[in-house]
């Protein structure tokens, strides 16, 4: 039996692969390489020591997906396939429907049909909008404000009505918080395409001299130094919640929904500063204005999935951030052309 996990080539796919090799999953990758390289899947292999299929294909592809349900033996999916630039999905908001919304159904319809009805979602923090109260627990008021928070809300619902019209479905959606950090072997990470829209890797690129400053985006926030507050969470305790929700959903049914994160919140300047500390490197910024859609502090409640899934985000910002610098300054080019 093997686990598709669909955008395995991205990255929290690619660390999320990782894991589920080195604990003795066999695993499937679909991926259209639309924002990711084919050079992370040999590193995963070189890193894991372990072989696994990799179809480079569309979600919205129905032939090429039905191909890999007939030749495979699939037991569950994990679903990381999507695009997930907010600036972008408001330029182009159908591209975002249409890749994220249509790609996932279609994915359940072929999974009906083959007849695995057992799934790992990837929602965002984004489904919380513009949070009243941090921490934000799973029973928070639920807002898209853009339309890529929009595709995860939609998409939240869809599974949900696909479990009220078929209770033998097994589903975990899982509402991510902000990822960073990489893999501690220095061999696989974040590598944008462009110029980096998130914090981490804006910072790594800096620290390695592709860009002069960091541009601080508003410091009159309600926070403890003005600047914006978030929940960093390592990628690799990030994919080692992956395997505890694997290990939930496989033998129940049911549709339940987990925020992953640490569940404390640090400022820009907080991680500027925790970066410069573990890597002696100086980070320049300047606060300009606030970036349109940004909210003032976003953090987890993590108590649900500490007590249902029994996992916790162990690795510190400090190990994320050595992690992130040791990511870029071993790969200055990412994983190359
Ligand atoms: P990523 O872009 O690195 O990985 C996504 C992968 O999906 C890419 O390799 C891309 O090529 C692939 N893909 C996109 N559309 C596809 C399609 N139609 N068919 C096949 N492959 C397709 O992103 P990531 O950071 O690894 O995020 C993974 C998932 O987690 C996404 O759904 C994202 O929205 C969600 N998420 C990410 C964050 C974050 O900060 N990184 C936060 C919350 C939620
Ligand atoms: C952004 C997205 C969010 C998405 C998340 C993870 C927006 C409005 N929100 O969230 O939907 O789920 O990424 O992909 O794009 N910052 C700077 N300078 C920079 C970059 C960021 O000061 O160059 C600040 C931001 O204002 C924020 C913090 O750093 O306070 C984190 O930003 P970022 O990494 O983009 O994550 P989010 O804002 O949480």
């Not at 159908?94 to 799934?119: A, F, P, R, S």
């Not at 910072?203 to 960093?232: P, S």
């Amino acid at each position: 039996m093997s686990i598709l996990v669909t955008g395995g080539a991205g990255y929290i796919g690619s660390h999320t692969c990782i894991e589920l090799l080195s604990a003795g999953y066999e695993i499937v990758v679909l991926d259209n390489l639309s924002n990711s390289k084919p050079e992370v899947l040999k590193r995963i292999s070189e890193l894991t020591k372990k072989d696994f299929k990799f179809y480079q294909a569309d979600l919205l592809d129905k032939t090429t997906l039905e191909k890999v349900f007939s030749e495979n033996n699939i037991e569950a999916v994990i679903h990381f396939a999507g695009l997930k630039a907010v600036g972008e999905s408001i330029e182009i908001p159908l591209h975002y429907y249409h890749n994220n919304i249509t790609g996932t159904l279609v994915l359940c319809q072929t999974m009906k049909k083959y007849d695995v009805k057992k799934m790992i979602f990837s929602s965002s923090a984004n489904v919380y909008g513009v949070p009243k109260l941090v921490p934000i627990t799973e029973t928070s008021p639920l807002s898209a404000i853009n339309p890529y928070g929009r595709t995860k809300l939609v998409i939240e619902k869809i599974l949900g009505d696909l479990y009220d019209s078929d209770n033998s479905w097994s589903i975990a959606l899982l509402r991510y918080f902000n990822p960073i950090g990489a893999h501690e072997s220095g061999r696989i990470g974040e590598d944008p395409n462009d110029i980096p829209n998130n914090l981490m890797p804006y910072i790594n690129q800096v620290a390695i001299g592709k860009r002069d400053k960091l541009n601080v985006f508003g410091n009159d926030y309600d926070t403890h130094d003005g600047t914006g507050v978030r929940d960093y969470i390592h990628v690799v305790d990030l994919a080692k919640g992956h395997l505890k929700a694997l290990e939930m959903i496989i033998p129940i049914t049911g549709i339940d929904v987990f925020n992953l994160g640490t569940g404390t919140g640090y400022s820009v300047l907080d991680l500027i500063k925790s970066y410069e500390n573990v890597t002696s490197k100086k980070i320049p910024y300047t606060f300009t204005h606030r970036r349109p859609g940004d909210v003032d502090k976003s953090y987890a409640d993590i108590t649900k999935a500490n007590k249902i899934l029994g996992w916790k985000a162990l690795k510190s910002l400090e190990d994320m951030c050595y992690d992130s610098w040791r990511w870029q300054k071993n790969n200055p080019n990412g994983y190359g052309k």
